[in-house]
């Protein structure tokens, strides 16, 4: 059997497997439902993990014990417990326990520069992580949608129910916001909002997907829509401020890469803008951008270096 590399991005809706030859060429790329360890339990995401990963290499005639290196960037890797679940699941599998690197789906932007680095995503949930140059790992936020996740879709979908409620209770206007809500879910009594709220909060990504309208409400000059912009963006710069603040840089002046990513910060340039803004002010001198390499891509490059 040939050695290969393997990297994977595992969500909580999709999972994603990307393989290569030692030369780096492309072997294939392969996709199945998705996971977060934290939610969906061990024995579910070890299944997910083996209907993922096992028919690839399969198809290709590999065998995990002649992999050369394989990272596993997961969803709901969140403390050394989690990390030892996914471990052992691969570890189950035949994949050599020192070629084998786990980390956090998040995480993984961290490594593609040696240099102190940090990352902040907000997507449908939101968290911020650091590494500094010793190589520890710092994070703040993404714990729970209900606790925490501030400034993601879920955080902005929630704040627009809140609103429209307040503008139905006669509290506020939301000219734009309002209707566009009332048109596209039919949310428009309290009631019907309550039952909503309850039908879903914790099943994150409906509430989630109501921050496009927030954000198309926004672009078109409704005030509420632009105040859960303010504050969503003024969470995320919480996440990023409070993050560097434990990161042991020797000085302000230390050169610090910051990886802006998931789908609010990348599709909402508003949020975006307000974020960027924030950084420069706050921390002059980083340099801020969307990574050029997806997660995917990115956990092929670490296993690579893996030795």
């Not at 995503?121 to 590494?131: D, L, M, N, Q």
């Not at 009631?191 to 409400?217: H, P, T, V, W």
Request: overall charge negative.
């Amino acid at each position: 059997m040939k050695g290969y590399y393997a990297g994977l991005d595992i969500g909580g809706t999709n999972g994603r497997l990307k393989i290569c030859d030692p030369d780096g060429a492309v072997l294939g790329e392969f996709t199945a439902p998705g996971c977060s360890l934290n939610t969906d339990g061990v024995e579910k995401s070890r299944l997910r993990y083996r209907s993922l990963v096992l028919p690839a290499l399969d198809q290709l005639n590999l065998d995990p014990d002649c992999c050369l290196g394989i990272c596993v960037a997961a969803s709901g890797i969140d403390s050394p417990s989690d990390e030892h679940d996914c471990r052992s699941s691969f570890e189950e599998m035949g994949f050599p326990h020192e070629r084998l690197l786990v980390l956090n789906d998040c995480e993984v932007f961290l490594h593609m520069t040696e240099e102190p680095a940090m990352v902040v995503i907000s997507g449908t949930g939101s968290v911020c992580f650091g590494r500094d140059k010793k190589g520890s790992i710092y994070r703040t936020g993404g714990w729970n949608h209900i606790v925490s996740d501030e400034g993601s879709g879920f955080d902005m979908g929630l704040k627009v129910l809140k609103a429209v409620g307040d503008d139905l209770s006669g509290r506020v206007k939301c000219p734009v916001l309002t209707p566009l809500i009332v048109e596209e879910t039919g949310l428009d009594t309290l009631g019907k909002i309550d039952d909503f709220i309850n039908a879903n909060l914790m099943e994150k990504s409906e509430i989630a997907r109501l921050s496009l309208f927030a954000y198309q409400a926004a672009a078109r000059g409704d005030h509420e829509a632009i105040r859960i912009h303010r504050e969503c963006g003024e969470a995320l710069w919480g996440l990023i401020r409070d993050t560097k603040a434990k990161m042991n840089l020797k000085s302000p002046a230390d050169k610090l890469n910051l990886w802006l990513w998931g789908s609010v910060l990348v599709k909402n340039d508003m949020i975006r803008s307000m974020v960027e803004e924030k950084v420069r002010e706050g921390m002059p001198g980083t340099e801020t951008g969307i990574p050029e390499m997806s997660a995917l891509d990115t956990a092929l490059k670490t296993a690579r270096s893996l030795q």
